[in-house]
């Protein structure tokens, strides 16, 4: 199993900046964490890709945060970072976590969800 736990939400003004973290715990049948990344989900919409990163690789990012949101990872921490720089009110959302990990047996893979973390941005 993959428990995430998530910081960093909160509200700010237009323009502002936020981090969000999301640290990742292994347990079980994992044999290690493979694509993490950030979703959001606004209310009466649906929850979309913000940024993905890949144990190795290059990052993925809607292009509505391209060029003011950055996402990376410590892999010895098992933490996926998110900084947003230059929010829109239309950022405004609940942020979730997303990590792919990989069984040891089989080598299946799992997606696994933080609870989420609310992101306010003010006009």
């Known amino acids: 199993q993959v428990q995430l736990v998530e910081s960093g939400g909160g509200l700010v003004q237009a323009g502002g900046s936020l981090r969000l973290s999301c640290a990742a715990s292994?347990?079980?049948?994992?044999?290690?964490?493979?694509?993490m990344g950030w979703y959001r989900q606004a209310p009466g919409k649906q929850r979309e890709l913000v940024a993905s990163?890949?144990?190795?690789?290059?990052?993925n990012y809607a292009d509505s945060v391209k060029g003011r949101f950055t996402i990376s990872r410590d892999n010895a921490k098992n933490t996926v970072y998110l900084e947003m720089n230059s929010l829109k009110p239309e950022d405004t959302a609940a942020y979730y976590c997303?990590?792919?990990?990989?069984?040891?047996?089989?080598?299946?893979?799992?997606?696994?969800w933080g609870q989420g973390t609310q992101v306010t941005v003010s006009s």
């Open positions: 997303n990590v792919v990990a990989r069984h040891k047996y089989f080598l299946t893979t799992s997606n696994y």
């Open positions: 292994a347990s079980g049948t994992i044999l290690r964490i493979e694509t």
């Open positions: 990163i890949p144990s190795a690789g290059t990052t």
